[in-house]
Each structure stands twice: as structure tokens, then as C-alpha cells.
């Protein structure tokens, strides 16, 4: 049975010619065009970015590899007894765009388990924080620290043929992703939980081992798994993918890169979208005396928010035209396993009566919720209450997708981006505006 590297090696070679020939013959092909509310607005639309891990279709949602988020549940395998799959296993589907046998996980599995070692300098890097640092600066620069043990660097540094940079690429890449559990499980024990550590339990997969690290008993395994599948990957136009592959098109190592995009996933305007949510929901239980509304009241409650200006936190998105797939697939978790959860039965409710209040006013083009309409009230339930950790929960996930990314844009030999910019006198000569 060929190992996962063995099977990448001739997905590149056979995906390599595909690539050549687009440039070679076909280069001067039209592919979009460009206004400027797209160049003035931060080229939101544009088709100028090549991923072949994942697409956001309007109307099924995200598809990894081709598969629809359904689909991916559904056929990766499971440890035994959970019901999410292996992370493990999305990482292999991600790089070769099959669905990897039992067997094949298992390897994975193992050879992960094998790169979980984290070097002592880094969690002195963590200790040296003080205790009220933000999660995310500490989880980017821990990341950082670790390009010292780069293989890409020291292969680049001697003069390796660049048909070869995906495969230090790889190995950089399976090493980052073993370790970040134990990273992230360590700056929540640092900064909550008075530096109590739980060593890493070498038997259990990333997801039920991160569950063991954070003191969760089950089903957080599943959560875990859930959590980072669903967050691993979404196009690479967004500001953490989008800044993972132009940093590493530099040819800047893995660490490097992953350590660019977890800045850019800190920042407000990305990643901080669930706990904004979670904040919203809290506030509305407070208002509501605790008590859960009726779907009148509730009704009137969502009037009352659109009416005075405000908007309905975890609804609408700038791309798909129906219920976010990532949101049901918790929703049905969430009726499993937490049904009678206090602030699922407002997520619930929610559910229920704003797309039709929203389709009524005619405003939002997407009445429908998205992924972060109940991310956050999932770790809130399992008791994950600290908000600014939720980040490095979405980073961890992000990075698998950005991983397998940049190592297929090192096996293309995709170049070093550069756009060309204009200036605002060029637009408005454009424009005609004398």
C-alpha cells in the first residue's frame, strides 16, 4: 500500500502537465474582469487565485476536493465509537482528493503521532508571555519559533532543484500540523488554568488527543474533530489562506507562512465572527430575563434589532445563497448532544424565525446562518468559555487546508504573487471624471 507522500508524489506528476499546458498554450485566455468597486474594495470577487483543495459553491456550500461537507462526514472513516471522523483522515483527502481507506488513515494517524514532540524552547517561548497576552500572538509566535527546525530552509539553503520543493514542504507541513494541538492545549493551560499541563496521550488521534489535553471528557473528542474539519478550509481568497499562500510564495517556509495567517485570522474583521455571535446570544438571554421567548416575542425581538439599525450577528454571507452546511452539521450535532442547552434554544429559535424576517425586509441577500452562528455556543456548552481562545481553535483547523495548499502550490512551482497597483487619479481617468 503506498504511503500518503507516495500517493501525493503522483498525484503532483500527474497534475503538473495540466498546469504547464494552461500557461504554455492557453495563457493569453480572458479569465474576468476587474471594476473598480472591486479594485477600490478590496478586489472582493475577482478570479485570480488557483486552489484545487477546496470551492465555496453558492448554493451547496464549501466542497472539499469535490465533496460537499455531507458527503466528506459521511465517508471519511471514524475512530471507533465516535461519530466525526479523523482529522487525520481529512488531511489525506485534502492532499490527493480521494477518500483514504481505514488503513490509510491509520498510517496518517501514526506518522502524526510521530511529529508530536514539541521542543522545550518552545513552551519557554509560551511560559515567557505575560499571563494576560493574547492567545493568538502567543499561538503565531510559537508557531515562528519552530523555523528553526525547517527542512524546506536547510534543503533550500543547499541548493535543492525546485521540481523537489514540495517534499521538504510536506515533511514541515505534517510536522507543524502534529504539534499544534499540544500548542494551542498549552497557552489555554498557561493562560486559564494556572499552567496545568496534560501531557499529550500518544494513542489517540488529534482530535481525542486535544480533547485529552483540555481536560474535555466525551463527546469534546467528537467537537474537536467536528470543530477543525468544518474550520479547515474555505478557498484561498479570504484573509487567512489568501495570506498563507502569498507569504509562502515567497518561498518562506511552512512556519513562516502559518504563522502570517494566524495574524490575519486574529483579526476582527475574520476571525472573531463566532465569539461576536456568542457575545450577541448572551446578551439577548439577559435581556430576555433568562427565560426562553416565544417565537412571537423572539419575532418581535429581531424587528426591534433590524429596525433600529443593528444587524443579526451569524446570518447572511458574502458568498452563499442558502443555510451554511457547516451550520447544520453542528445544528444536528447540537440536537444530539445538547438539545436542551439554554443557548442552543435561542440559536434554535433563531433558526426558526429570522430567515423569514429577513427575507421579508429585503435587505440581506442571504437570509440564511453561517458557520459562526453556533460555533461558539458548542465550546461555551463544554465549557470553552473564554473567548479569545476560540480563534486559536478556528487557527488550528485553518492551518490543515492552508498545509495541504501550500505544499500543492510548491509542487506547481506556482510563482511569487505581484499585482500591479494603479493610483486614484488612474481610476478616475477610467472613469472619465475630469
Known sequence: MASLKEKLREKIEEHRPRTQRLLKEYGDVVVDKIT???????????????????????????????????????????????????????????????????????????????????????????????????????????????????????????????????????????????????????????????????????????????AHMMMKPKPYDDVARLHFIIHSDHESGNVSAHTGHLVSSTLSDIYQAISAMINGLAGPLHGLANQEVLRWLQGVKEKMGDEIPSENEMKQFVWDTLNSGQVIPGYGHAVLRKTDPRYSIQRDFCLKNMPEDPLFKYVD??????????KKQGKAKNPWPNLDAQTGVIQWHYGVTEYDFYTVLFGIGRSIGIAANIIWDRALLYPLERPKSVTTEMLEKIAGIK
Open 349 to 358: 429559535l433563531l433558526y426558526k424565525v429570522v430567515p423569514p424576517i429577513l
Open 36 to 210: 473598480i468597486a472591486q479594485v477600490i474594495g478590496g478586489m472582493r470577487g475577482v478570479k485570480s487565485l488557483v486552489t484545487d483543495i477546496s470551492y465555496l459553491d453558492p448554493n451547496e456550500g464549501i466542497r472539499y476536493r469535490g465533496y460537499t461537507l455531507p458527503e466528506v462526514f459521511e465517508k471519511l472513516p471514524k475512530p471507533k465509537g465516535s461519530e466525526m471522523p479523523f482529522v487525520e483522515g481529512l488531511f489525506s483527502l485534502l492532499l490527493t482528493g480521494e477518500i483514504p481507506s481505514e488503513n490509510e488513515v491509520s498510517d496518517v494517524v501514526d506518522e502524526f503521532r510521530k511529529r508530536r514532540i514539541v521542543p522545550r524552547y518552545v513552551y519557554e517561548v509560551i511560559d515567557a508571555y505575560p499571563c494576560c497576552s493574547h492567545p493568538m500572538a502567543i499561538f503565531a509566535n510559537a508557531i515562528l519559533t519552530l523555523h528553526r527546525e525547517s527542512f524546506f530552509a536547510k534543503k533550500y539553503a543547499a541548493g535543492i532543484n525546485k521540481l523537489d520543493y514540495w517534499e521538504s514542504t510536506y515533511e514541515d507541513a505534517l510536522n507543524l500540523l502534529a504539534k499544534l494541538p499540544e500548542i494551542a492545549s498549552y497557552i489555554y493551560a498557561k493562560l486559564y488554568r494556572d499552567g496545568k499541563r496534560i501531557q499529550s496521550d500518544p494513542n489517540l488521534d488529534i482530535g481525542g488527543d486535544f
